[in-house]
T-cell receptor
Framework: GNSVTQMEGPVTLSEEAFLTINCTYTATGYPSLFWYVQYPGEGLQLLLKATKADDKGSNKGFEATYRKETTSFHLEKGSVQVSDSAVYFCALSAGSGNTPLVFGKGTRLSVIA | NAGVTQTPKFRVLKTGQSMTLLCAQDMNHEYMYWYRQDPGMGLRLIHYSVGEGTTAKGEVPDGYNVSRLKKQNFLLGLESAAPSQTSVYFC???????????FGQGTRLTVV
């Protein structure tokens, strides 16, 4: 079946450090890939997405590239801020219809000043 | 600009009590989902619906029932609450299965 594996947290970084959160997936067909972010006390919101191989999703300084050859969708940001502290979820939606989103377990990021 | 609205936001139940969580979306989305979020477990799908009048089981359906009588509403019921159902519940909706999902703010449920 479809599944997502993302790196265990928590991750603690100093402000302006480089961030990578690894995400790999298993899926049949050609899934769409997503990163969601959850700020404390809130629901999840879409951060970025990519719908086909070699697509790069980007938003708020975050980037992720859909790598079909390595089945990966790693999240990166060149310089994190305290306001980026949150839980990040990688997710996929399989290419066929009627299949709901599958989420990774989430990675908690704490950025300290 | 409501999006996805969950009711209630907080609830404490005694073991054996029943309750219904309501999810409403105003985006005319076909797909709706109920997830639960537990520490270290990420989001686990309870039930979902791909259209009005349809429901399907997710990863952890036991102890829950759902109904989608109207396209905009998706109800999650607990017939006899158990402490293991203490969790944060999120509703989400999407236009299609491959589209991004929009989430509600969550319902924090405690069963004592």
């Amino acid at each position: 079946g479809n599944s997502v594996t993302q790196m265990e947290g928590p991750v603690t970084l100093s402000e302006e450090a480089f961030l990578t959160i690894n995400c790999t997936y298993t899926a049949t067909g050609y899934p769409s890939l997503f990163w969601y972010v959850q700020y404390p006390g809130e629901g999840l919101q879409l951060l970025l997405k990519a719908t086909k191989a070699d697509d790069k999703g980007s938003n708020k300084g975050f980037e992720a590239t859909y790598r079909k050859e390595t089945t990966s969708f790693h999240l990166e940001k060149g310089s994190v801020q305290v306001s980026d502290s949150a839980v990040y979820f990688c997710a996929l939606s399989a290419g066929s219809g009627n299949t709901p989103l599958v989420f990774g377990k989430g990675t908690r990021l704490s950025v300290i000043a | 600009n409501a999006g996805v609205t969950q009711t209630p936001k907080f609830r404490v139940l005694k073991t054996g009590q029943s309750m219904t969580l309501l999810c409403a979306q105003d985006m005319n989305h076909e797909y709706m989902y109920w997830y639960r979020q537990d520490p270290g477990m990420g989001l686990r799908l309870i039930h979902y619906s791909v259209g009005e009048g349809t429901t399907a089981k997710g990863e952890v359906p036991d102890g829950y029932n759902v109904s989608r009588l109207k396209k905009q509403n998706f109800l999650l019921g607990l017939e006899s609450a158990a402490p293991s159902q203490t969790s944060v519940y999120f509703c989400a909706s999407s236009y299609k299965g491959v589209s991004e999902a929009f989430f509600g703010q969550g319902t924090r449920l405690t069963v004592v």
